[in-house]
């Protein structure tokens, strides 16, 4: 018997901590949030570079190199700092920051300790965290998921049992994935997911429809248990969006044309070199 229209799978998510102890935190906004922290004295966070909004006068900002990141040359190779800023509560009363989304995202606390101490994300999920929390970027080991790009080849891995904050564009939904039960899932729609979960890249199509074709041509298939956080807006998505609407009309109504120009070109060459070449023989 189907299930009733209005019966899902998926929830939204609600932050919830079984610590007693938990550092005082409030998000604030709708869209493109800013989570405002407060600190007990000597009482640090670490957040990415270019994400303080406002801080108190007594605490003290640093940028440092992050020594566990293991992946940092190929952090660096594309694009991404290979530091982090550290909050520091220098005075004597509680002291607060405030961390802005990098763009029109939602900021999700997550409690490490409720996913066994490790999560993996997507690149530049991470906004910033709280107590225990290292971030390393791991290299996936399958070939196959390294095709699809970087959401597939370097990804945020956040291990020990402290809080930590990331960001979601759009709408966020979390869905809890029992033993064996499969979702298939956009491959830039997944925020983070449990350790836990099987990642398998799948094309939908033949290769000419991956390459030639619109959105969606790859599909991460995820298999349980664990659970996996899904956004409705990918920046990069958003950012695609955005370029076609100021573009020129032309490039607005055919993006990839300077991509066709060329391969029409390269078409016409070969055509010219074969027929020069079956000439002279």
């Known amino acids: ?11 939204p998510f609600v932050y919830e ?6 550092t ?3 998000i604030l906004g709708g869209e493109a949030q800013i989570v405002q922290i ?3 004295p000597q009482e640090k966070i670490i957040a990415k570079p270019g994400s303080m909004c406002y801080m108190s006068g007594q605490i003290i900002m640093e940028n440092v190199f992050v020594p566990e990141n293991e ?3 190929w952090q660096w190779l594309f694009g991404k700092s290979l530091s982090n800023i550290v909050f520091n509560n220098s005075g004597t009363s509680d002291e607060f920051v405030g961390i802005a989304a ?7 606390p997550i409690d490490l300790a409720l996913f066994g101490g490790e999560l993996l994300c997507q690149p530049d999920a991470f906004l910033c965290s709280i107590n225990d929390v290292k971030v390393n970027n791991a290299v996936d080991p ?10 597939g080849f370097l990804r945020q891995k956040l291990s020990g049992r402290g809080l930590a904050f990331i960001v979601g564009g759009g709408t966020v939904v979390q869905k809890s994935l029992e033993v064996g039960e499969v979702l298939s899932v956009d491959v830039s729609s997944i925020i983070a997911l449990s ?3 099987n990642v398998q890249v799948k094309y939908n199509g033949p290769m000419r429809r991956v390459v030639f074709g619109a959105e969606n041509g790859v599909t991460a298939v995820l298999t349980g248990p664990g659970i996996v956080f899904i956004q409705s807006m990918p920046f990069h998505r958003l950012s695609q969006r955005i370029a076609r609407a100021v573009a020129s009309p032309n490039m607005r109504d055919n993006p990839k044309f300077f991509f066709q120009i060329a391969v029409f070109f390269f078409l016409a060459y070969v055509v010219i070199v074969s027929s020069l070449i079956l000439t002279d023989i």
């Open 195 to 197: 350790g836990t979960v």
């Open 71 to 73: 992946a940092g040359v």
């Open 17 to 22: 901590s079984p610590q007693e102890a938990v």
């Open 142 to 151: 399958r070939a196959r998921n390294v095709v699809p790009g970087v959401e």
């Open 24 to 26: 005082p935190f409030q």
């Open 38 to 40: 407060m600190l007990k």
């Open 1 to 11: 018997m189907a299930a009733p229209f209005f019966s899902t799978p998926f929830q």
């Open 102 to 108: 990098p763009s029109l995202a939602r900021i999700l």
